[in-house]
């Protein structure tokens, strides 16, 4: 899906909110997609006052390329995810402490590249959505790669005629449950993690849940957990679906309406008109336009993408430099 086109809804419309939460008037939501993959801006606009938007940066593209540009070595790259996806202070400050360690100098890279943007240790809450890498860029690319490369007409053309079968056939096809697809995936995966955490129960609704040396609190009224992965993704952590586990309910009953059927429908209920042929068009009083002479270059057109400095070494090759080769015979 194309997740370029932003929604935006007006206060108080919020018509697939969960029956056990009311209103959510004075909001203005705007959305990259169906989904919690890719950057989603929530603003939230309280009355009298202009949006408050979260800046955030692309912590593949420009952070770990930028450090990798200035000659800080990939070994750092682990523990540089590590520190974008810590959702505590605390615990990002620990793996920055580990880094300046082993390199100052990546650590003063990191420090100057604002951690408030790129780390979910900052971000706010209430946004649903953690996600530190730009998805949404390229799943848009992905999507463009054939159409860009044909006239400006014929590639329009092409992107109309795929958006109107996208909407359609998405609809069309529909969602097995309320929830969507992808937050019911995030949800199991958490179900069979949540194992590995002891709950004690505290006041009505209140847990702690305990792992070895780690304790985190949640909140089920607030919807809230110490940890903050659930106020940042909106449909919950390992901590919040132990304590769910522990109380025999479904966890889909707390998951944000941003990811609810209705939010999703009415988000995409516009349609794309079908259109005539261009031999059915009507004709102006401009002069047609005659496409540019054939030049030929001197090489072959490159087909494959250009890959970031990132990428290159290849992920998927392992250099055998090192490795000890023995006979079997
Ligand atoms: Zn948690």
Redesign the pocket.
Known sequence: MLRADIREYGEGDRSGAHPEEEGGGGACYGGFGEEAQGIRCRAERPIGAGPLQEMRQDARGSVQVGMLQVGIRARFVNLFWSACNATTEQYFKEILKDIKLMSPEASNYLMEKSPRTWSRAYYQVGRCCSSVENGGCESYNAIIVEARKKPIITMLEELRMYMMNKLFTTKLNGWSSDVSPEIRLGLNELKVNQRFWEVLPSGFNQFETRSGSEA?E?DLDKRT???R??QLNGYG????VAAISYLNRDVEKYVDTYFFKAMYMKTYHYKNCPMNGSKMWSETNYISPLPPNNRRMPDRPKTKRVRDVSEKGGNHRFSKKGKKISCSL
């Open positions: 985190y949640v957990c110490s940890c992965m659930w952590c390992v901590h919040f």
